[in-house]
């Protein structure tokens, strides 16, 4: 069972989820969280199968609004986007915004995705960095952290997200210094904006990832600069709404973490709360 009930990252059928805001609402409920916020991927000019259609941004916010009034008293529902370094949506229009980088911008305008097909992250390696995947890597947290420490977001959002397709290509080696050297150096410059890290189980609730995103070297050097941790089902489903959370949790307590943060259960007292572990 759970300790958290609560998730800040849960998408719709406004972006690419597969569940109504209402049905994701409902199941959450149902488990007994405390707390709930949607995020959406926010509006953005290409690509918008994946993300809340420009023209129905309002509307997105409105239903949440709805949401969160019907479940008032019961579960604290918050208004937030998962917003990628390329999106035009202002993040004002939210209660909290979860950075992402889930793209590679190529100089003609088309577009590799971080975390989309193995074969065109295989083309994209070769053809701009030489087959490189340490560079590739490179490239990919030195946009993490500009976009990062340039937007203060209020989450970080699945931080490490390129292991998602590095663990069916190997393009470099998680356990090499190098790697680890460049991750945290991104890591470290963040950890000045004060923002959460989020520990993400989609990956193991979808089952192409044993751990969830970041990797526990970069968790624990978190823990040891003092930076905080949110634990997020990044749910797509109604079904995978708290998917994996226990083995976060006890990775967490494996590596000192004693409490998390989530979503306040009475947003009169602010909007994050500290839950134990334990
Ligand atoms: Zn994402
Ligand atoms: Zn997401």
Not at 108 to 132: H, I, L, N, Q, T
Not at 133 to 144: D, I, K, P
Not at 246 to 267: F, I, M, T, W
């Amino acid at each position: 069972m759970s300790r958290v009930l609560s998730s800040a990252h849960v998408h719709t059928t406004f972006c690419d989820g597969r569940s109504t805001a209402e049905e994701m609402a409902q199941a959450a409920y149902e488990l007994g969280f405390v707390s709930l916020g949607f995020s959406s991927h926010a509006p953005q000019t290409f690509d918008l199968k994946y993300c809340v259609d420009p023209a129905r941004e309002d509307e997105y916010i409105a239903e949440i609004r709805r949401i969160q009034q019907e479940y008032a008293g019961r579960m604290a529902v918050y208004l937030g986007t998962e917003r990628d370094m390329q999106s035009c949506a202002d993040p004002k229009k939210y209660d909290y915004f979860i950075a992402a980088v889930h793209y590679f911008m190529k100089p003609d305008g088309s577009f590799c995705a971080v975390d989309g097909p193995a074969e065109e992250m295989r083309k994209y390696v070769d053809e701009y960095f030489g087959g490189d995947g340490l560079r590739m890597a490179q490239h990919y947290f030195s946009l993490m952290r500009d976009y990062v420490t340039e937007a203060k977001p209020q989450i970080i959002g699945h931080f490490d997200l390129i292991k998602k397709n590095n663990s069916r290509l190997h393009l470099y080696d998680e356990d090499d210094a190098a790697y680890r050297a460049i991750a945290l150096e991104a890591l470290r410059a963040m950890r000045e904006t004060d923002a959460l890290l989020e520990v993400n189980t989609g990956g193991v609730a979808r089952g192409y990832m044993d751990e969830p995103y970041p990797s526990s070297f970069l968790l624990k050097a978190w823990r040891e600069w003092g930076g905080e941790v949110i634990i997020n089902s990044d749910c797509h489903f109604a079904d995978k709404m708290d998917a994996a959370y226990d083995k976060a949790e006890e990775l967490l307590l494996s590596l000192g973490y004693d409490h998390a943060v989530r979503l306040n259960q009475c947003p009169e007292r602010g909007m994050w709360e500290t839950v134990s572990l334990r």
